[in-house]
């Protein structure tokens, strides 16, 4: 039984396997230790690639799809690219709203790996309330100083566009690479000339932002976790927690309410299902509709 385990598990390894990391903006800095280091995996880097083509966060190019199907593109391509590449690994980041908390931004980050023979792919992922993402309409210099403090500049870096309509238009002005104050104080100086008004975002390109570069890393550890959980079935990488159901009793009546009832765990080669129930096994009654309208 074990050695047949042994021989599941080995087609699905990755170690030793040539894999294109293609990524711009140092991302390679926080990935690629962690899967030569957690994966055995041989990085290499593309030379000559641009992944700004798949949509920057700076508006010259529009994000089309969504964040899992841009991180696939990008794979597919990188297999074209170097077709020595037995593995892809793609990473992807996507800055909003939160959609349940108003006033909240949330980063989101996944780094996405992808083996050419086997088929296998896993996703690590990494959610962040602590995200450095936000934007200001400025009419001075000096509001666009405040704002660049508030956001951590210059550790963190700004993007200045000019303002048409009250939409932020990068093709009358942009200026991405801007290090100090006095360069700051400038670009913005020049787009409220051209513009009238200017708005100021946050760079969240990963090597002007260390707050995404720190989420990225924790994806790719999440990657690295994942990887590691093989299925107690057919040995497949990537056993993750797929669900999550609500409906744990209330301590007092015993009725569902919308907490965490358990995990459920889903193999996406051979279909094995373990369900987690949550601890504590009741919900408080706070929770409960019927014992706390
Ligand atoms: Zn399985
Ligand atoms: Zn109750």
């Not at 880097?45 to 529009?62: K, M, N, Q, V």
């Not at 890393?217 to 976790?225: N, Q």
């Not at 373990?274 to 504590?280: H, L, M, S, V």
Request: proline share 6%.
């Amino acid at each position: 039984m074990a050695v047949a385990q042994m021989e599941i598990a080995s087609q699905f390894s990755v170690a030793y396997k040539r894999a294109i990391l293609a990524t711009m903006h140092d991302k390679e800095r926080v990935i690629r230790p962690l899967l030569e280091g957690g994966l055995g995996l041989q990085i290499v880097l593309p030379a000559g690639f641009d992944t700004d083509r798949f949509g920057t966060f700076s508006r010259e190019i529009e994000r089309t799809g969504s964040q899992l199907g841009a991180a696939r593109a990008k794979i597919e391509a990188s297999f074209e690219h170097d077709r020595q590449a037995q593995v892809a690994i793609a990473s992807e980041g996507s800055f909003g709203p939160h959609p349940f908390i108003p006033f909240v931004p949330l980063g989101r980050e996944i780094v996405v790996l992808r083996d050419r023979e086997s088929g296998l792919e896993l996703i690590g992922h990494h959610a962040d309330l602590s995200t450095n993402f936000s934007h200001e309409t400025v009419k001075t210099v000096e509001a666009a100083r405040v704002f660049a403090e508030r956001i951590g500049f210059p550790q963190h870096g700004l993007i200045v566009i000019g303002l048409s309509d009250a939409n932020p238009a990068p093709e009358k002005y942009l200026r991405k690479d801007t290090w100090t104050f006095p360069e700051l104080s400038q670009s913005v100086s020049e787009a409220l000339a051209l513009c009238g008004a200017a708005h100021v975002e946050t760079d969240m390109r990963a090597h002007r932002n260390p707050t995404r570069m720190r989420a990225i890393k924790r994806a790719t550890i999440d990657l690295v976790r994942c990887y590691r959980s093989a299925c107690p079935r057919c040995t497949r990488p990537g056993f993750a927690v797929t669900e999550r159901l609500d409906g744990l009793p209330c301590a007092w009546c015993g009725e569902p309410t919308h907490a965490l009832r358990a995990e459920v765990s889903t193999c996406s080669g051979c279909g094995h299902r373990i369900e987690r129930p949550a601890e504590p096994r009741t919900a408080d009654p706070g929770q409960c509709l019927g014992c706390n309208p």
